[in-house]
């Protein structure tokens, strides 16, 4: 399945996370992130041994996980996301100019409004993130 994710996601350069909708099943997604060195946050974040800050992680996660949503739910009309919860996030392992992010979830409820995902970064099979999100969605 084909998914334009810019046609769900608001997001734009520099702050567009989700390069591609990978798969979609039941309540299960994936979404890829190419982590690039001319990603403006390495300009700081360290120069001398450039690192993807976890807080960019997060972001990449919770906008994969609208994407996800938005093709579960068969639509990108659901409204505007919030992040409203980060639980449990743990950095395992760094992410660094070249690593390919595979941004995959499981939504875990969905209802007025509310939204809960179970997330995880991973870099191959090793997991550098994972946390569970919740999300507001105002109409």
Not at 24 to 45: D, L, R, W
Not at 57 to 83: F, H, K, N, P, W
Not at 98 to 121: M, N, P, S, W, Y
Request: include cysteine.
């Amino acid at each position: 399945m084909e998914v334009d994710v810019k046609s769900i996601l608001p997001h734009r350069y520099p702050f567009l996370m989700v390069d591609a909708f990978i798969s979609q099943e039941g309540n299960e997604f994936e979404c890829i992130k190419n982590v690039s060195y001319n990603e403006p946050f390495f300009q700081g974040h360290f120069p001398e041994e450039p690192v993807m800050p976890g807080v960019m992680i997060v972001e990449a996660l919770a906008q994969a996980a609208a994407v996800g949503l938005a093709v579960r739910e068969g639509r990108s009309d659901q409204g505007m996301g919030y992040l409203a919860a980060i639980e449990s996030a743990k950095f395992r392992r760094k992410v660094v100019p070249g690593d390919q992010l595979r941004l995959t979830g499981q939504i875990l409820t969905f209802r007025r409004g509310l939204c809960k995902v179970e997330t995880a970064a991973l870099v191959g099979d090793d997991i550098a993130t994972e946390a569970t999100l919740t999300f507001i969605f105002a109409r």
